[in-house]
């Protein structure tokens, strides 16, 4: 037997991804997600003096809270096992991805283990996230600058 | 019957319900004011304060119209400014000043509360982060 | 006597007298439940982390299987273990409290199987009497190990497979009345089908699993239809169709199972089924161990699959290579 007719054989085996059923229930709670995120704008936003465009810090910041407590008691997996990147995209995915790790890492220390660890997967999120929104600053800046669009 | 829960349920979710969209201007005896902003197709709706020094109004843009938010403004503030030139005037789509500007109204300040909450809302909007 | 390609025929009967099997909380719900000899509640204790735990598990199954064989833990000559964590630090710090010679072993998931073959060729070499023989893996510290932390929201593929915890033990001895003898082991070769997906282990550890069958096969004069059944270890319930794919005999379809696509019966919470050093020891020291000493069993082989990966050489671009071993149980008539 070759490895042609292996890889046959592999292909013929492997489940089908449904993939529409997948992007609908990613859409979907990615999207209840989002509407949370956009009723708790305007919960700042009615009782604290935040405007629109400053309410954004809070919310991320509870929306990240909530994951925390979904992540701690064993829920967020089975959601994330459902939705798929529906809940992988939204902040909550990088509250639950820092705080994974953050639980998984304690018996180290908190030193070493919980503090040295903590952004072994959210880290790259930080990294390109920080990149990315620099060189499409730049690309901005030059279309300003060239007169294309406006700020 | 799987399939038509699935309907009603994208129908309740996907759809939105919402008010007209108001436009006011107080104190309400400015018409030339009024004349202005209701020509201006850009925006959908609007709410306006004014005292002795200053011009708040607070827009409302259409969503797909939102990417050129800062330009509408702008836009509105020039046209304003050659108006009322001794005036300091602030043209902003922010649902927090319009809910602020709708609380002034309705308790119907005095001129002399009217700029101190005029001021406050300034203070809003320059926050920054 | 060592023939071609590593089929090694034992001639001193070596024979499992006695073993211990212990599971995690998961693992109680499991068709083969009622042959584990302890199932315990949690996974870790308070105050422990899940590598101790780990420990703890092969503590308690190597107990399990000296007291039920009769013997003493000072008797014992050698101690053979290995599981899926670096560096072996479970078994190592067991063999610490056992205080026994140790010889740690590690090729993955085949590891259990690899320990039952050290163990009958140091009892045919006739430098030792009694030998305690296994391996174990605990869910949650290898989970941390080869992929993310515990509680992280991953949308696991169809094809992924479930770590078990367990440990399963057993004591090895020679010309024991009424147990099964091994007799033959086949040694397995590193086998790469050039898969790379991590949550598809099935898929890369058939070929090698082919391979070794094959082997034993051919060097035992033997065909599929001679053993009541031959079970591999943990290539899960795609994996075993693609094995059974890889054959031409039609008796395949029905000798030929897998430990891990039946552990977990037919729950779909755990894909494709169950992985795991454990998930082999478990099952072919328990349900497998059983059936051949009740006579329902006279032949069996028993094929544990490794998938070699570690989370470094995968994320350098390397493809999954794999390892199986075999061994070969009989039960003689009662006399």
Redesign the interface.
Known sequence: ?D?KQ??D??E????K?PMFTNMLKAF?VG?IICTIGQLII?FY??FF???????A?PTAATLVFIAMLL??F?Y??K???F???G??VPIT?FG??V???A???K?EGYVLGVGGNMF??AGSVIVFGVLSAFFVALIKTILVKIGVV?? | MKNKWIVILLFL?LGACSDAPERVVYPSDDLELEKILDKQDSIIGYKSLMDNNTLLVSIEIPTMKRF?K??IEENIKKELENEYPNKKVIVID????K?EIEKIIEKEHESKELTKSIEKILA??K??? | MVKANGTIQFTEKPSISSTGVTVGPMEKDSPFASAFDEILLVEKEKNE??EEANTRFIEKACAITVKKGHEKMENIDVFIGGDLINQLSPTNFAARKLNIPYLGVFSACASSVESLIIGSLLLESGKASSILAGASSHHPAVE?QFR????????????AQWTVTAAGFALLQKQVKNAPIITHGTIGRVVD???TNPF?MG?AM??AA?DTIERHLTNTNSKMSDFDVIMTGDLGK?GL??LK??FTDEDCHVILQDAGAQFYGEDTFFNAGASGAGCSAAVFLSHIYNQLQNGTFKRVLLVATGALLSPLTFQQGETIPCIAHAIECRMEKRN
């Open positions: 037997m490895q292996f890889e054989i592999v013929k085996q492997n489940p991804t979907l999207g305007f936003i009615r003096s935040f405007t629109e465009r400053t309410a810090n992540t701690g064993g967020y997996k959601i994330s096992q939705a798929g990147a809940s992988a995915g639950n991805s705080v994974s790790a639980i998984e890492h018996t072994k997967l406006s700020w | 979710t050129s800062v330009k922010d649902l927090k000043i809910w809003l909007s926050e920054e982060t | 982390s899940y941390r993310y932390p515990l509680e992280y929201g991953a949308q696991k593929p169809k094809t089908g050039k898969q598809h898929a058939a070929p082919r795609i169709n693609i794919d890889m």
